[in-house]
């Protein structure tokens, strides 16, 4: 019976600077942020949409049980700050009450 051992992946030869690295994470936090301001103006734009729709069809401004949906999804994925988001982003497109 043969049996095969892989080589070990070679890492750097020397350890990366600190400062770079963390230079690096903080240009993808940037790019993260970058991503979420696009997608909550693109959000925000939606539900202006939504609201006008409503609006002109003789509906309310807005509807506490999708909002409901909302923060609990945001509660179920992200813990109580995820509702705080949730409510943050529900502001933006609606306003406050």
């Known amino acids: 019976m043969s ?5 070990p ?15 690096a994470l903080r240009d993808a936090i ?3 942020d ?9 959000r925000v734009a939606i539900s202006h949409e939504i ?3 409503r609006a002109a069809d003789g509906g309310t401004r807005l509807s506490l049980s999708r909002e ?3 923060l609990s999804r945001f ?10 988001l949730g ?7 609606r306003g406050r009450l």
């Open 75 to 84: 509660r179920t994925a992200l813990g109580p700050d995820g509702a705080a």
């Open 30 to 32: 940037d790019a993260c």
């Open 51 to 53: 609201g006008a729709l």
């Open 68 to 70: 409901q949906q909302v």
């Open 9 to 23: 992946v070679a890492g750097p030869t020397t350890p990366e600077d600190p400062a770079e690295r963390i230079g």
């Open 3 to 7: 049996t095969s051992t892989a080589a």
């Open 34 to 42: 970058a991503e979420i301001i696009e997608l909550v103006r693109r």
């Open 87 to 93: 409510m943050v982003l529900l502001r933006q497109g």
